[in-house]
């Protein structure tokens, strides 16, 4: 008897875990579909008619994504006069080619129709990242800048939390030069959660490292940000040891002013705490208190070269 038990729980076990094993079962995918506010993405369950054929389950979204959803309260993703021209998949990477009335979407409505496109193929097992050309160009956002492959982290406010309501907005961050003892802004576009901090999201942008040739990042890769608050006009950034494993070709000043400089757009925020897991006793290095508030400096800033 008690084996009879033992097999049919190692039965159930196998199953459960056969099952765990499978990214995507044919009724568990989510078309993300745009509130008719467009402020937000509304998710609504979707069974594909096959997902055995990988590039006629991708064509069958995006044919989804046009059609009108079912939920009262949201519209289809890609409108009507968007056409999309080509759409090629090779080792997890999806190119969407649209054409030009894709340029003519404004920027809330632009921001929402990726969002869900790239969260509703993304779905697809081993499709990994996500391009969006127009008329065979590379998409450009507000600033210029290439946008690129966009992945799961593209529409993220934390790890593993979905952006659903976004919002668009640049702000500047500063690097260092290749010779590490000056600062230089970037100014960059983001797409963030509306429920995010413009401190943590400077900090999370600050943490990604420059997206211009000739900065260097001046936080190691790596570092976690621990918390970030504001209080009385001064900004406390609480970082992980990993802080600690610096890059000594770039000078104490600009990594400490780097953070301060960045932060310091914030409306509220006047002068900059930085503590290591909590720690601010001792020095940054060798001269920069970690105890002491920092206003900013902006007389370390340069222009970039290749600007």
């Known amino acids: 008897m008690n084996k009879k038990i033992i097999l049919v729980f190692l039965l159930l076990l196998i199953a459960t875990f056969s099952f765990g094993c499978d990214k995507k079962s044919s009724s568990d995918y989510k078309i993300f579909y745009i509130d008719i506010d467009v402020t937000k993405l509304i998710p609504q369950d979707y069974k594909p008619t096959s ?50 009335k ?7 409505e632009e921001v929402l129709c990726r969002a869900g496109i790239v969260r509703t193929l993304l779905q ?27 992945d799961e982290e593209t529409f993220v406010d934390n790890p593993g939390e979905q952006i659903n309501s976004i919002m668009t907005e640049e702000i500047s961050l500063y690097f260092a030069n290749e010779d590490g003892n000056k600062l230089v802004k970037e100014n960059r576009v983001v797409h963030y959660s509306s429920n995010i901090s413009k401190e943590k999201l400077i900090m999370q942008q600050l943490l990604k490292g420059p997206e211009k040739k000739g900065l260097l990042a001046t936080i190691p890769k790596g570092t976690q940000l621990i918390n970030v608050s504001v209080s009385d006009g001064v900004c406390y950034v609480n970082l992980d040891e990993t802080f600690k494993n610096q890059n000594y070709e770039i000078t104490e000043p600009v990594v400490i002013y780097s953070i301060v400089n960045s932060l310091s757009q914030v409306d509220e925020v006047s002068k900059v705490q930085i503590s290591i897991n909590g ?20 007389s370390l800033i340069v222009s970039n070269k290749e600007d």
């Open 279 to 298: 720690d601010t006793s001792g020095n940054y290095r060798y001269n920069y208190a970690l105890s002491k508030m920092y206003a900013p400096d902006f």
């Open 102 to 108: 894709y340029k003519e979407l404004s920027t809330t």
């Open 124 to 150: 697809v097992n081993g499709i990994n990242k996500v391009k969006f050309t127009i008329n065979g160009d590379e998409l450009l956002d507000l600033s210029g800048n290439v946008v690129g492959y966009m």
């Open 51 to 100: 997902t055995s054929d990988k590039k006629k389950l991708i064509k069958e979204l995006l044919s989804q994504l046009r059609e009108k959803p079912d939920n009262t309260e949201a519209r289809q993703t890609i409108p009507n006069n968007v056409k999309i021209n080509k759409v090629s998949q090779s080792d997890g990477l999806v190119v969407i080619d649209f054409n030009k």
